[in-house]
């Protein structure tokens, strides 16, 4: 019941594991490196261009196979914490299925949305993203039916060549949900963005004020 995926990190390469792997019992390999299967044997080897794409393209296969409600959170800051709120107050009435810690990654989204099960209601999947068309990859595997916007700032800004650029990024993310819920920082920018095509909620019904907030400083009472 278990796939190794070899993939290929910066300091370390997946295909070096595969031998401790098949020790330890695993027989089904995803791999995009040529090996000699003779020493392995009994064991089975899909070979891809490249291993995280595969892995990504099953998450996809997946979410398309599952009608649950999907709730994507991107933003500079704030998406693990926004998540495990969202989680604590939505666990005790419906099955809910959320990110692992901070996996917001290409590989901890993929990872993610395998976490999904047919009798899931409402999944929350953090997006991150560092580098121009990668929030595109994460959205085609999400496919979120609603969207949280947290924040917007200058982390990872340095890989776009604007912050306009940076934001219409984060956007992505966005595609298709039927409403995206945001704080008024990020209203204003959408209206001056002209992002029509997002269906974004008037914060001014849902946001705390500071008399009322059960938290008292701002980053706390910005993600509530």
């Known amino acids: ?9 910066t300091f370390r390469d997946g295909h070096d594991f595969i031998g401790t792997a098949y020790d330890l019992g695993v027989r089904c390999f995803v791999v995009s490196q040529p090996l000699d299967y003779a020493y392995f044997p009994g064991a ?23 009608a649950c409600q999907v709730i994507v959170i991107t933003g500079s800051a704030g998406k693990t914490m926004v998540k495990e709120w969202l989680y604590h107050f939505l666990a005790p009435e419906k099955r809910v299925v959320r990110s692992p810690k901070s996996f917001n990654s290409q590989l901890g989204v993929a990872l993610s949305i395998l976490e999904i099960r047919k009798d899931t209601q409402i999944a929350l999947i953090e997006a991150g993203i560092s580098h121009p068309g990668e929030m595109k990859r994460l959205q085609e595997m999400i496919q979120p039916n609603l969207g949280v916007f947290t924040s917007f700032g200058r982390a990872h ?13 984060k956007l992505v993310a966005f595609k298709g949900v039927e409403r995206l819920f945001v704080s008024s920082t990020i209203y204003h920018k959408l209206l001056d963005h002209q992002s029509s095509r997002y269906e974004f909620v008037d914060p001014k019904s849902y946001e705390l004020s500071l008399a009322c907030a059960p938290v008292k400083d ?7």
């Open 1 to 9: 019941h278990t796939v190794f995926f070899a993939l290929n990190g």
């Open 44 to 66: 089975a080897f899909i070979v891809v261009t490249e291993s995280l794409t595969a892995l990504q393209h099953l998450a996809k296969k997946h979410r398309e196979e599952i």
């Open 157 to 169: 800004a340095e890989s776009f060549l604007t912050l306009h650029d940076h934001f219409s990024e």
């Open 218 to 224: 701002k980053v706390s009472i910005l993600n509530a």
